[in-house]
């Protein structure tokens, strides 16, 4: 059973400087940013989201995410994932010298709207082009299909439009696509249940799984994606995020907690 919990390697991408900290009524300034992120990087993380390019009008706590980049140091096999919503926050993440990058497409088209000022189709056909252009600019690209278990405007979202919502941005070619439960009203049965379908629907596809922990099953979201077949997960330090266009979700599982 070299396949089970306990002996398969598991990655984990840190994102308190982005998910975490853009959830902050305090605004922090550039050198804690980079300094929380060399600590991380310290503690053994490989993989970091650093920031996200997204209206600094919108989410002012990202608004410096240029100079976040531009003070952290070039390393050989560590990753600074920059967070984009559009093909502007692509230019500007690849601009900045993110060696990888996130984009995200929301299950419910209200959700979608909310976040990023576009219907789900218009998300979907945003990454297609910024896949693309990452490829071609040797950016490692990949996708996360947010509010995968709820929306907070349409309420449960059926684990079928997860998968066609999969199925779509697979055509562009990611390393990996993620799955969200952005707001954390997700259970294990239901982890299960969608990562048996992605698996089944896109076989060679790494999935990738974020959960917030509204609800306190976070961990227990992780380990059954773990179970059914997730080889990386996001987790941030002390279990802080949220999500500024999401009310009431609350942070992210705590890295800490997840690695014990
Ligand atoms: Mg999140």
Same mark, same amino acid.
């Given at each position: 059973?070299?396949?089970?919990?306990?002996?398969?390697?598991?990655?984990?991408?840190?994102?308190?400087?982005?998910?975490?900290?853009?959830?902050?009524?305090?605004?922090?300034?550039?050198?804690?940013?980079?300094?929380?992120?060399?600590?991380?990087?310290?503690?053994?993380? @490989?993989?970091?989201?650093?920031?996200?390019?997204?209206?600094?009008?919108?989410?002012?706590?990202?608004?410096?995410?240029?100079?976040?980049?531009?003070?952290?140091?070039? @390393?050989?096999?560590?990753?600074?994932?920059?967070?984009?919503?559009? @093909?502007?926050?692509?230019?500007?993440?690849?601009?900045?010298?993110?060696?990888?990058?996130?984009?995200?497409?929301?299950?419910?088209?209200?959700?979608?709207?909310?976040?990023?000022?576009?219907?789900?189709?218009?998300?979907?056909?945003?990454?297609?082009?910024?896949?693309?252009?990452?490829?071609?600019?040797?950016?490692?690209?990949?996708?996360?299909?947010?509010?995968?278990?709820?929306?907070?405007?349409?309420?449960?979202?059926?684990?079928?439009?997860?998968?066609?919502?999969?199925?779509?941005?697979?055509?562009?070619?990611?390393?990996?696509?993620?799955?969200?439960?952005?707001?954390?009203?997700?259970?294990?049965?239901?982890?299960?249940? #969608? #990562?048996?379908?992605?698996?089944?629907?896109?076989?060679?596809?790494?999935?990738?799984?974020?959960?917030?922990?509204?609800?306190?099953?976070? #961990?227990?979201?992780?380990?059954?994606?773990?179970?059914?077949?997730?080889?990386?997960?996001?987790?941030?330090?002390?279990?802080?995020?949220?999500?500024?266009?999401?009310?009431?979700?609350?942070?992210?599982?705590?890295?800490?907690?997840?690695?014990?």
């Amino acid at each position: 059973m070299g396949d089970s919990v306990t002996t398969r390697q598991v990655e984990i991408v840190e994102v308190g400087p982005r998910d975490g900290l853009q959830n902050e009524s305090t605004v922090f300034s550039t050198a804690d940013k980079v300094e929380f992120i060399e600590r991380v990087i310290a503690a053994g993380t @490989r993989r970091v989201e650093v920031a996200s390019f997204v209206n600094p009008k919108r989410v002012p706590q990202m608004a410096d995410a240029e100079d976040v980049l531009k003070a952290l140091p070039r @390393r050989s096999g560590i990753h600074y994932v920059g967070l984009v919503l559009n @093909r502007r926050g692509f230019d500007r993440a690849a601009a900045a010298g993110c060696n990888e990058i996130g984009m995200a497409v929301v299950a419910s088209d209200t959700f979608n709207q909310r976040n990023q000022g576009a219907t789900t189709a218009e998300s979907i056909a945003a990454w297609l082009d910024i896949a693309a252009a990452a490829h071609a600019a040797g950016i490692r690209a990949q996708v996360t299909v947010s509010a995968a278990f709820g929306c907070p405007f349409e309420g449960e979202i059926a684990p079928e439009r997860v998968v066609e919502v999969a199925r779509e941005v697979a055509q562009g070619n990611p390393c990996e696509i993620a799955i969200a439960d952005t707001i954390g009203v997700g259970v294990p049965s239901q982890v299960t249940d #969608l #990562l048996g379908r992605l698996r089944k629907a896109l076989p060679a596809m790494p999935l990738r799984c974020h959960f917030h922990n509204t609800r306190n099953t976070g #961990l227990a979201n992780a380990y059954a994606a773990i179970e059914a077949g997730a080889s990386v997960l996001d987790a941030s330090v002390g279990g802080i995020g949220g999500c500024p266009f999401a009310p009431a979700a609350t942070g992210n599982i705590p890295t800490e907690d997840l690695l014990y």
